[in-house]
Every structure is written in structure tokens, then in C-alpha cells.
T-cell receptor, first 108, second 120 residues
Framework: DAKTTQPNSMESNEEEPVHLPCNHS???????IHWYRQLPSQGPEYVIH???SNVNNRMASLAIAEDRKSSTLILHRATLRDAAVYYC?????????FGAGTILRVKS | GAVVSQHPSWVICKSGTSVKIECRSL??????MFWYRQFPKQSLMLMAT?????????EQGVEKDKFLINHASLTLSTLTVTSAHPEDSSFYIC????????????????FGAGTRLSVL
């Protein structure tokens, strides 16, 4: 399976933007990039997804590199409630494969 | 909308017993549901894909006779851990996506809150 790789952890200040990177250099041309986040002892929550174009929604933005080998999840103004594990995942072959995740810590 | 309910949220059982976990899509229909397992401080690992009205598709290394999956309707999938042992203790999570008529890859996955299984 093509893997996604992410930094183990990142830290941000409250009210500042956060850029969470993900490498997926071996992703298939038809695989979608999905981002989910998870709080302790809870199921993951959908954040955003895309294929080739940059995407925006009320939660975040997703910037996908032109060669699709990497992407960046952007939280425009981090809040304490955004502290979670963020998973960069690929959706291909009718299944979602999770990366190892990035622990995001938000400082007040 | 798009709520996935998982029950029970927490279960303790004796070694050798079987445990059934239910996953329901409350306000939408799902032809496909997925079952994941997550060990402490690790990512989610896909166990199987549950298809309504047909046999589940198991990932490599997952014992289909140990983890029985039944997807009897468009809103319910169950995972039964048979003859549970302490090494089966884990956080089990299900997910489902709406039938939108779009390629499945585009569909958002909605996750249950998870079931923590402890086998004594």
C-alpha cells in the first residue's frame, strides 16, 4: 500500500495559522487525499478531502502540490479545540488508509 | 446529519467469550461500512470492509473466523469478536459513507465513537 508520512507532532499558538504537511509520493493518480482528526477515545472526524485542486471548507484548507506528491492541511486560526491527532489518509481501492498521524498541540 | 452510532462504547469480557459490536448509520443509508482497530498511541488499521448483503472483505492478516462481520441492512453492520483473548483488547471503530451516487473515494467517511474492548 502506498503510504502517507507526517511529522509526529507539531505545536502552534492559539489564533495563529497551522500548516500540517503530508508526504504521499507514491500515491496513485486516482487516490483521493483525505484528512481526519481524532480526539482521545473518540472516533475520527472528517476535516477535508481533495484530488488535485486546492480545497476550502469551513474547517480548513487543503493545498495539494501540483505533482500530488505532498499536501498541506491549513488551519487558518488555531484554537484550543483544534488540539487533536490529524491523519493524512489516502482513499483508493475502495478503502481509506490512514497515515501515522500528527499530534497537534495548541498553546494559549 | 450523518451520524454513526456504535454500541457498546465500552465492554469488558472474560477470555474465551464472544463480544458483538453494532454500528448503525442513523440518518443515512450505507452500502459499505468499514471496521478499524486502533491500539494505544497508534493509527487506525483497517480490518475489513463490510458490504450490505454480501460477505465482508478482510485485510491481510485479519482472521475472518475470529472477527465475524454481518451487514444485514443498509443501516447496520455488526462485528463479533469470537473467543476473545487479552491480545484482542483494543479500540474498535466503524465508519460509513452515504450513498451519494459518486465514486466512493469522494465520499466522506463518518465514524462511530468507537468501542473499547478489554478482555480479562
Amino acid at each position: 500500500d502506498a503510504k502517507t508520512t507526517q511529522p509526529n507532532s507539531m505545536e502552534s499558538n492559539e489564533e495563529e495559522p497551522v500548516h500540517l504537511p503530508c508526504n504521499h509520493s507514491t500515491i496513485s493518480g486516482t487516490d483521493y487525499i483525505h484528512w481526519y482528526r481524532q480526539l482521545p477515545s473518540q472516533g475520527p472526524e472528517y476535516v477535508i478531502h481533495g484530488l488535485t485542486s486546492n480545497v476550502n471548507n469551513r474547517m480548513a484548507s487543503l493545498a495539494i502540490a501540483e505533482d500530488r506528491k505532498s499536501s498541506t492541511l491549513i488551519l487558518h486560526r488555531a484554537t484550543l479545540r483544534d488540539a487533536a491527532v490529524y491523519y493524512c489518509s489516502r482513499y483508493g481501492g475502495n478503502k481509506l488508509v490512514f497515515g501515522a498521524g500528527t499530534i497537534l498541540r495548541v498553546k494559549s | 446529519g450523518a451520524v454513526v452510532s456504535q454500541h457498546p462504547s465500552w465492554v469488558i469480557c472474560k477470555s474465551g467469550t464472544s463480544v458483538k459490536i453494532e454500528c448503525r448509520s442513523l440518518d443515512f443509508q450505507a452500502t459499505t461500512m468499514f471496521w478499524y482497530r486502533q491500539f494505544p498511541k497508534q493509527s487506525l488499521m483497517l480490518m475489513a470492509t463490510s458490504n450490505e448483503g454480501s460477505k465482508a472483505t478482510y485485510e491481510q492478516g485479519v482472521e475472518k473466523d475470529k472477527f465475524l462481520i454481518n451487514h444485514a441492512s443498509l443501516t447496520l453492520s455488526t462485528l463479533t469478536v469470537t473467543s476473545a483473548h487479552p491480545e484482542d483488547s483494543s479500540f474498535y471503530i466503524c465508519s460509513a459513507s452515504r450513498i451519494l451516487g459518486l465514486p466512493l473515494a469522494k465520499n466522506i467517511q463518518y465514524f462511530g465513537a468507537g468501542t473499547r474492548l478489554s478482555v480479562l
